[in-house]
């Protein structure tokens, strides 16, 4: 199959989006927000004959169900996102040069952007908002695990579109196969930028493949530090929202670090999560602190792989360290610069890990579970970003931006 059309649409499609004004996009994302909550029914129908093909025991299983909640959150979002201010032509710089030429640095849409992503419903309605929002025309490709999900999303989506006669390729959906993933990375004159939205693996191999520029999302190894001078009470609840908030997402905690000299408060600051069922891997220090406290099943001694594995599920490595530090090395090893964070009444080492831990989010007495778009006070997010460039942590608004330089004369020559 030639998937040359859906680019050159795209493309065609960014003069079009280019157009519209503030209110007109906003009112189409209010109509959208209530257009998903009425077809609330038919997502769900579409939802569960994807569930159906997948084993509940996979830890894609949770990111791909949809509920009447989550659909509402999802809208709520959207209307969110209607109510945030644009930040399309907004005059970053301006200046006045000697020869009378007024140069502005103004904020400008990338353009047309990729996403790839896994079994992740809610980002096709997440992206088409903040892509729409920005003046974006986004072509997204989802997995096949998500095919019918995604397919009665985009009904809806171009629905509303047509609605209200706009193109409909401000927003494709490409065909669920491989071959079109690969399209998509060799896209060079159609696409701008490619962003990926799942595992470590596809980040990887889209990285190691694509022809265009790509901002890395998503794979999320995050640790907890809990210090000498850790408070047992914030850190049990901390360490119990971080790690069983949502356990399939990349905010959710992977490993809890722990000063030697507080294992003794180990079976305390982990015995919420028995009510979870989550298993414990060990290290020797730790397994002997928590052998006789925590359940015989959901205790394992550590292997080293474990230390540096995102779970996306109910487990959980533990491991001791001597000092901050150490914290700080291991960290430093085994993140993906993600989130990060530390439990400690000691403004030194706060302070140390605040500074010293290279990640998109490092935390201090907080749950690593608010890494996230809507709780940033960014509306939602495209996704979060784990690189330096352009853009990182979570991308809202002013990321899926670039800019541009006017420059407005009066007959100047050089």
């Known amino acids: 199959m030639d998937y040359t059309i859906y680019f ?22 209010l109509q959208l927000a209530d257009a998903v909550e009425l077809k609330t029914d038919f997502i769900l129908q579409a939802n569960q004959q994807d569930l159906d093909k997948m084993d509940p025991e996979d830890p894609k299983y949770d990111r791909l169900k949809l509920s009447k909640e989550r659909i509402a959150d999802i809208a709520a979002d959207i209307r969110n996102v209607s109510a945030l201010k644009s930040p399309l032509g907004e005059v970053l710089e301006e200046k006045s040069r000697p020869n009378g030429l007024l140069i502005s640095k103004v904020r400008v849409p990338l353009g047309v952007i990729g996403v790839i992503y896994e079994a992740r419903p809610n980002v096709t309605l997440d992206v088409f908002a903040l892509c729409f929002k920005t003046g974006n025309v986004c072509i997204l490709k989802g997995g096949s695990d998500a095919e019918h999900s995604n397919k009665a999303i985009m009904e809806v989506i171009h629905h509303v579109l047509e609605a209200n006669g706009i193109n409909v390729h401000v927003v494709s959906l490409l ?3 491989r071959a079109a993933t690969h399209a998509l990375l060799h896209a060079t004159g159609y696409v701008d930028v490619l962003i990926p939205r799942g595992s470590q693996q596809l980040i990887n191999y889209v990285r190691e493949n694509s022809k265009i520029p790509v901002i890395e999302t998503g794979a999320g190894i995050v640790h907890v530090y809990f210090d000498l001078e850790g ?3 914030k850190g049990k609840g901390i ?3 971080s790690k069983t908030r949502r356990v399939s997402v990349c905010n959710a905690l992977d490993c809890l670090l722990i000063h030697q000299d507080r294992l003794k408060d180990l079976a305390e600051l982990v015995e919420p999560l028995q009510k979870e069922q989550v298993e414990i891997f ?18 394992k001694l550590a292997e080293e792989t474990h230390f540096g594995t995102e779970f996306l599920s109910y487990k959980m490595a533990v491991k001791t360290v001597k000092n901050i530090d150490e914290a700080l090395d291991h960290i430093s090893i085994n993140s993906s610069k993600h989130s990060e964070a530390i439990v400690s009444d000691d403004p030194v080492n706060t302070e140390l890990f605040l500074k010293q831990v290279d990640a998109a989010a490092v935390y201090a007495n907080a749950s690593t579970a608010f890494t ?9 997010e495209i996704g979060i970003s784990t690189q330096k460039l352009h853009a990182r942590g979570p991308m809202g608004l002013e990321e899926l931006c670039s800019y541009k330089w006017i420059v407005r004369g009066e007959g100047q020559i050089r």
């Open 8 to 29: 050159q649409n795209s493309l065609k499609a960014t003069r079009d989006l280019s157009r519209l004004n503030n209110t007109q996009i906003n009112n189409l994302l």
């Open 175 to 177: 065909p669920p196969e």
């Open 231 to 233: 408070d047992l009470t």
């Open 239 to 241: 360490v119990f929202n």
């Open 282 to 299: 060990a290290d020797e220090s730790a397994y002997q602190s928590l052998k006789g406290h925590y359940p015989e099943q959901l205790l």
């Open 372 to 380: 996230d778009g809507g709780q940033f006070g960014l509306g939602a």
